[in-house]
């Protein structure tokens, strides 16, 4: 019996993450949520050697896929990753061309690996190759399935059955959660994908990270941060992360009260707070990245993406609930809550980052397109047309609500 209302509580087969009602069966005001926040995180400069030897040598683990973009493949971070793994582990190296998608990865992940044997994914430097690191994980899983007897496969999941996932987020941090996971009222989204084994963070991998690689970070992070604080599901431990998660990021842009190993290790920390406050929900710029990602076939700058929306969507009248407006105005150094949207202008207009769509290189055409995948996306909360209108300018009045 359920304690406060007397009624018969469900068993279900998986843990609740969300009602989805406003109040719901159980007497509920708001969205629940769960929260589970269960990676091993690794954060300090100059641990990604010893951190990744430790993991692999206390696990046991003899058999690794590392997964990077092809560009890096040969950079200092893949280097310090190799320098990490023991001699005695055997590595299949999966290196990612710029017009490879997911699925061209997983192919050559299984071709070059075996997925019964495979311990492990590594995926490092970029979050394009950890969202295709997770996608391999999920794959050799699926792959270990398909070789159970049916009697083996009726009493073991694909879950029970993924390989450790370690990343090693570079400048741009670690990539959208897989929405399918976080999302209220999806079918089959209750856990389809598992978050990292292991996180290892180490700020000096930002060293060599040119200015616009540091805005996009910034600015990837920064708004990531505001997008949860405006999610309506309640998990106070994801708006801690954002909140603080601002924090950073403001530290980072403050370059005559920081050291420069000061601001990266900001900046990181940012960064990692707002991916795991995205366990809350997706947000409507997280999204529209996404159907940009679909719609091109490419990896799109999040950061700079933010960059464009992120102002206009926290001016839009009544879109900051007025206690997260406060402690924004506090964070921001505002004594009026009206005053966030400008300044978040002021401070995306002294990035180096593209300033529009057009700059970034995203055709109308697939502009257009991605619009219509968010306004089709099942899993997002979007405001009324007049609201979006004012977020993404005039493409999406005529969009129904």
Not at 21 to 40: E, F
Not at 88 to 99: P, S
Not at 248 to 274: F, V, Y
Request: with cysteine; hydrophobic share 45%.
């Amino acid at each position: 019996m359920h304690v406060r209302t007397g009624r018969p509580v469900r068993r279900l087969r998986a843990p609740l993450r969300s009602c989805h009602c406003n109040v719901c069966r159980w007497g509920c005001v708001a969205p629940v949520t769960l929260i589970s926040l269960t990676s091993r995180i690794h954060f300090a400069a100059d641990l990604l050697e010893e951190a990744l030897r430790a993991e692999i040598e206390s696990n046991g683990l003899q058999h690794l896929v590392l997964v990077c973009d092809a560009d890096l493949a040969e950079a200092e971070c893949a280097q310090r990753v190799r320098a990490g793994i023991p001699r005695q582990v055997a590595v299949a190296l999966v290196a990612a061309g710029d017009t490879d998608s997911k699925y061209d990865v997983l192919d050559a992940a299984l071709e070059r690996a075996d997925p019964s044997a495979c311990d492990a994914v590594v995926a490092f430097g970029s979050s394009r190759a950890i969202a295709f690191g997770r996608k391999c994980r999920q794959g050799l899983a699926a792959a270990r399935h398909a070789n159970l007897t049916q009697a083996e496969r009726l009493k073991t999941t694909e879950r029970d059955l993924l390989p450790s996932l370690m990343v090693v987020p570079g400048p741009d941090g670690l990539p959208n959660p897989c929405r399918a996971s976080i999302s209220r009222g999806m079918p089959g989204g209750i856990g389809k994908a598992q978050p990292p084994t292991v996180i290892i963070c180490d700020p000096t991998l930002l060293a060599a990270a040119e200015a616009p690689q540091l805005a996009s970070a910034f600015a990837d992070a920064l708004g990531r941060c505001l997008e949860v604080l405006l999610h309506d599901s309640f998990n106070p431990v994801a708006d801690g992360l954002a909140l603080e998660g601002i924090r950073r990021a403001l530290q980072a842009r403050t370059p005559q009260e920081r050291t420069p190993a000061a601001r990266r290790r900001d900046l990181m920390a940012a960064s990692l707070n707002a991916a795991l406050a995205q366990s809350k929900g997706p947000g409507i710029i997280q999204a529209f990245v996404d159907a940009i990602n679909d719609v091109t076939g490419a990896w799109a700058d999040g950061g700079a993406v933010r960059r464009i929306l992120v102002p206009p969507l926290m001016s839009v009248r009544g879109a900051v609930p007025g206690a997260v407006a406060g402690l924004l105005a506090e964070l921001f150094g505002t004594a009026r809550q009206d005053a966030i949207g400008p300044g978040l202008a002021t401070l995306m207009d002294g990035l180096p980052l593209p300033p529009d769509f057009a700059a970034l290189g995203i055709p109308a055409g697939k502009l257009d397109e991605a619009v219509a995948h968010l306004c089709a996306a099942p899993d997002v909360d979007l405001p009324a047309p007049n609201r979006l209108t004012e977020i993404f300018g005039p493409r999406l009045a005529g969009v129904p609500s």
